[in-house]
């Protein structure tokens, strides 16, 4: 397990993270998320080592992690940072000798890689040639090629086609099931959802949230969908709840507790038909809205 302790990193006055504490599980998908310059980036760049913490730590399995230990993650900068003038090839070749595979092990692995984003063929292409969502397939592959030990990929997924966010989404389930720690860090909240057991959400630099999608919605607002016939307008003056939204028949409720959920649900039956009463179980990126709301 990769844990961030207390990181904290002032660029001058401004700060960019504050003091920023988060788990990142091994064999767990663990999404990055919060809006621009909310700090995501440069929390990625002091885990990875090339930038400096302010304060704080980056501990590996309970221990501060080392530079050896850093060589062997997997690191996918925002600022990308392969050769666009270099055949993909040979570019994959030399990155796997720096992270010291042998000459044929690197190119084995790398044209592995390739071929599961179609790229195969194009190996010994200059990395400009390709479109741009194809240069980040190669991108990917870099970060992927040495079975690296964490894996640390800032907006792995922007710019790619549906099928390439499949085929690197099945990439990245193997290397968590392989007990690998990946943090990514996405715009995309359905893609979060989608690949996500854990969730760290920051804004303004600072951590909002944390954990696991179960512990996250123990603490999410309690919300129920009610349709009731004729009209729901009736819940407004009801107490021990909010009326989120109301249209017609149906309504979106959050109810202080149980005993007002209940006092609802037979106020609802005595004046007439309930179709639904239904708890809500929130998504990760209604988490994230709640949470940065
Ligand atoms: N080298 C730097 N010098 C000064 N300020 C910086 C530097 N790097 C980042 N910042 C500031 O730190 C804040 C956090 O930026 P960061 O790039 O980490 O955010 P982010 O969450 O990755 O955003 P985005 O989603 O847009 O990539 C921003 O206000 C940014 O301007």
């Known amino acids: ?88 090839i040979d570019q994959l070749v030399y990155l796997g000798q720096l992270h ?5 092990s690197a190119r084995r692995e790398a044209l592995a890689l390739l071929d599961r984003f ?29 079975r690296p030990t964490a894996l640390i990929l800032d907006e792995p997924f922007s710019g790619l086609d549906p ?6 989404v099945e990439l990245l389930r193997e290397r968590t099931a392989a007990g690998v720690p990946v943090l990514f860090s996405s715009h995309q909240l359905d893609l979060v959802d989608r690949l996500c057991d854990n969730l760290v959400v920051l804004q303004n630099g600072r951590l909002m949230a944390a954990g696991t999608g179960d512990d996250l919605r123990a603490t999410a607002p309690r919300r129920h969908r009610i349709t009731v016939s004729p009209d729901a307008g009736w819940l407004r003056e009801e107490t021990g709840l909010t009326v989120i939204d109301v249209a017609g028949p149906s309504a979106l409720v959050e109810f202080d507790d149980d ?6 649900l037979a106020a609802a039956l005595s004046r007439g038909t309930v179709q639904e009463f239904a708890p809500i179980r929130p998504s990760l990126s209604d988490i994230y809205r709640e949470v940065t709301a």
């Open 163 to 168: 099928l390439a966010v499949d085929s690197m």
């Open 100 to 104: 010291r595979m042998s000459q044929s």
């Open 1 to 88: 397990m990769l844990q961030v302790r207390n990181l904290t990193r002032r660029f001058g006055d401004k700060t960019a993270v504050d003091d920023v504490t988060f788990d990142i599980p091994s064999g767990r998908m663990t999404g990055f998320v919060g809006a621009n310059g909310a700090g995501k980036t440069t929390t990625m760049r002091m885990i990875m080592g090339v930038l400096t913490a302010t304060s704080g730590d980056v501990l590996l399995d309970g221990s501060p992690v080392t530079a050896a230990q850093r060589a062997q993650f997997g690191y996918m900068p925002e600022e990308r940072g392969l050769y666009p003038k270099q055949p993909i």
């Open 259 to 264: 005993v007002h959920a209940q006092r609802t």
């Open 118 to 146: 179609n790229l195969a063929d194009r190996s010994k292409d200059k990395l400009e040639s390709l479109s741009l969502g194809n240069q980040q397939r190669v991108q990917i592959a870099a970060s992927l090629l040495h």
